[in-house]
C-alpha cells in the first residue's frame, strides 16, 4: 500500500494484543468489520509533501474535471470559434491514458461533408507524434496547414477523407494546464486560408476568450489556456552509450581513415557495431564489410544534415543510413513555401534513419523535407555497398509500416520485386505489423467502388441525392482506410457503419479506455 500524499508505504505497526480482565493477553490480531484478521489502517505520516491527516485538507486536484464538464466547456468553445472564424467544423479529442487521442465527444459540424467527416472519425486513434492530433498533443504546439487535403497520410492521415468532404484548411490547438496537453482542438474551413501568423494569434484569442467566460459560467479552473507553444522546446533523451568504453574505442578508430585501420581497430569497431539493432541479422561477413568503411559525425544544435524538396539542389545519397549514437535529430516538414516546419518524428539513440524516409512525407512539389539536430548529436554513417543493396532491408531493420504501404496497390510479387524481398520475407513482416492479408484486391475493388460514386457524384442534379452519394462515398474511403493505416490506430469497432445522422452530437463516441 502507497500513500499518494508522500509516495511511501506506512511504517510498520506492531501487533495489537488484547488484554484480558484478568491482567493476560491474546496472542491474536484483532476483529474487525471488514474481515477476520484485518487491522485498520495506520494513521497518514507527516511529511512535506502532503498534509497531515488530523490537519486541513488538500486541495481537490484541480485537473480532475468530470467528462461533462470537460465537454461542455470543448463544446462552447468549438462553437465560437468556429462561427467567429469562419470555420465549418470543429473536433476535440482527449487522450486516453499516455497511449492516444480519443474522439471526446464535442464537435461543431456546420455542413453535411463535416458531419460524415466527423463520422468517419470515430474509426481512429491517434498516438503521441501520428497525424496531426499527436503531434499538436506530444509537442503542446498550435500546426496550422492550408490545404489538408493535397498532404500524405503519413502527415495528416484522414487527408482522402477531407478532400471528399470539400474541408481544406486545418488549425489545432492544445488546451494546456500547467503545461500538460489537456485536449487538442482542429477547426476546418471549406476553403483555403492562407497560413500567416493572423490566422493563429485570431483563432488563439478568441478559444481563450470564449474559454475563460466559459470557466467563469461553469465554475472551472481559470487557469487552462489555448497556448501556440515553443517549437524549440523538445525533449531531449539521456543517453548512455555515448559514454561506454566501447564506444569510445570505436570513436578513436574511426578517426582514422578507412584505408589506414589496423586489424586492431577493425575489432574495436566491430565490437562496437554487436551492441547496435542495426547490425542485429546481417553475416559476419557483411558486419566486416560495413564497418570497414564507417564513419561517424558531431552535429551540432539545429545543424541541417539533408534536405529534399523545394530548396535542394542535390538529393541525397540512399545507400547512406545513420544509426544515432547519442542526442536526438529530428525529420522536420514544411507543407508550403510560406508555412511554418514542423517536426513530423525525432531519432533518439539507436534509431537509423536516411534519405528514403523523406520521400514518403514528400509526394507534392509544394512540400519540403529536411532532417536537423534538435541538440549536440553523434551519428554513425554506414554506406551500403552495391552487392548488398537488395538484401539489405530485410538484415538490418523491418520496414515501416508506412513504407510497406506503398505498395498495397500492387500484387505481393511485384511489392517483393520492388522491394528486393523474397515471398516469405514480405508474409513476416506483414505478421509482424499485423496484416493477415495482403489487402491488394480489396483495395482495387474499393477504388473501383469510389470512382463509381464520384462519377455518379459529378452526375447527379439533385442536392439531397448528392448529399447521400457523398455520405456513401465517405464510408467507402473510411473502408480504404481501414485497409491501408496501421492497425494501430484503428477503433475494433467500425463506427462507419453507422448511417448518417443530422446531428453529430448524437453519435456513439468510443470509450476513454485504452485501445483494444
Not at 152 to 179: N, V
Not at 235 to 248: D, L, M, N, V
Request: include cysteine.
Amino acid at each position: 500500500r502507497v500513500f499518494p500524499q508522500c509516495g511511501h508505504p506506512p511504517p510498520p505497526r506492531p501487533l495489537a494484543r488484547r488484554v484480558n480482565s484478568a491482567g493476560g493477553s491474546r496472542g491474536h490480531r484483532p476483529r474487525s468489520r471488514l474481515g477476520h484478521g484485518v487491522q485498520k489502517p495506520a494513521p497518514l505520516p507527516t511529511t512535506a509533501a502532503g498534509a497531515i491527516a488530523s490537519g486541513p485538507r488538500a486541495p481537490m486536484n484541480s485537473m480532475a474535471y468530470s467528462d461533462t464538464e470537460l465537454r461542455s466547456m470543448l463544446q462552447t468553445v468549438l462553437m465560437g470559434v468556429c462561427t467567429r472564424c469562419d470555420f465549418v467544423h470543429g473536433e476535440a479529442l482527449r487522450p486516453s491514458g499516455n497511449s492516444c487521442l480519443v474522439q471526446s465527444g464535442a464537435s461543431y459540424a456546420g455542413s453535411t461533408g463535416a458531419s460524415d467527416f466527423h463520422r468517419a472519425s470515430m474509426n481512429f486513434y491517434f498516438p503521441p507524434n501520428v497525424s496531426l492530433a499527436g503531434r499538436v498533443w506530444k509537442s503542446g504546439c498550435t500546426e496550422v496547414h492550408e490545404d489538408v487535403s493535397i498532404l500524405p497520410s503519413t502527415i495528416f492521415l484522414r487527408a482522402e477523407l477531407a478532400q471528399q468532404t470539400e474541408l481544406r484548411t486545418a488549425l489545432a490547438m492544445p488546451l494546456c494546464k500547467d503545461s500538460r496537453v489537456l485536449a487538442v482542438c482542429i477547426f476546418y474551413s471549406r476553403y483555403v486560408i492562407p497560413t500567416t501568423g493572423q490566422l493563429e494569434a485570431r483563432c488563439l484569442a478568441f478559444a481563450n476568450e470564449v474559454l475563460a467566460s466559459t470557466c467563469s459560467r461553469l465554475r472551472m479552473d481559470p487557469s487552462l489556456r489555448f497556448v501556440s507553444g515553443d517549437p524549440s522546446n523538445v525533449e531531449i533523451p539521456s543517453s548512455k552509450g555515448a559514454t561506454s568504453r566501447a564506444w569510445q574505442r570505436c570513436m578513436q578508430s574511426l578517426d582514422v581513415p578507412p584505408d589506414d585501420r589496423t586489424e586492431e581497430q577493425l575489432e574495436h569497431i566491430t565490437k562496437y557495431s554487436k551492441s547496435v539493432q542495426f547490425f542485429k541479422y546481417i553475416t559476419n561477413q557483411q558486419r566486416i564489410d560495413l564497418c570497414k568503411t564507417m564513419t561517424y559525425t558531431t552535429l551540432l544544435k539545429n545543424q541541417l544534415m539533408m534536405q529534399g524538396g523545394e530548396g535542394s539542389e542535390v538529393e541525397p545519397p540512399s545507400n547512406v543510413w545513420h544509426v544515432v549514437v547519442s542526442g536526438r535529430v529530428d525529420m522536420c516538414v514544411r507543407t508550403n513555401a510560406e508555412g511554418n516546419t514542423y517536426r513530423m518524428c525525432g531519432f533518439k539513440e539507436g534509431d537509423t534513419f536516411a534519405a528514403s524516409y523523406m520521400k514518403m512525407f514528400r509526394t507534392q512539389p509544394c512540400i519540403s523535407t529536411h532532417i536537423e539536430a534538435s541538440s549536440d548529436a553523434t551519428c554513425i554513417v554506414i554506406t551500403i555497398p552495391d552487392e548488398y543493396k537488395e538484401e539489405f532491408r530485410t538484415c538490418t531493420r523491418p520496414l515501416w509500416y508506412e513504407e510497406l504501404a506503398q505498395f498495397f496497390h500492387m500484387s505481393i510479387n511485384e511489392a517483393a520485386d520492388s522491394l528486393g524481398m523474397c515471398m516469405s520475407a514480405i508474409k513476416k513482416i506483414c505478421r509482424r505489423h499485423g496484416i493477415s492479408r495482403w489487402p491488394h484486391r480489396k483495395l482495387a475493388s474499393v477504388n473501383k467502388t469510389v470512382a463509381m460514386l464520384q462519377s455518379k457524384i459529378a452526375t447527379a442534379t439533385d442536392e439531397a441525392a448528392r448529399a447521400a452519394l457523398r455520405s456513401e462515398a465517405v464510408n467507402v474511403l473510411t473502408m480504404k482506410l481501414r485497409l491501408t493505416i496501421n492497425p494501430a490506430y484503428l477503433v475494433r469497432d467500425e463506427a462507419v457503419l453507422l448511417p448518417a445522422m443530422g446531428n453529430v452530437a448524437n453519435v456513439a463516441v468510443p470509450s476513454f479506455g485504452m485501445p483494444g
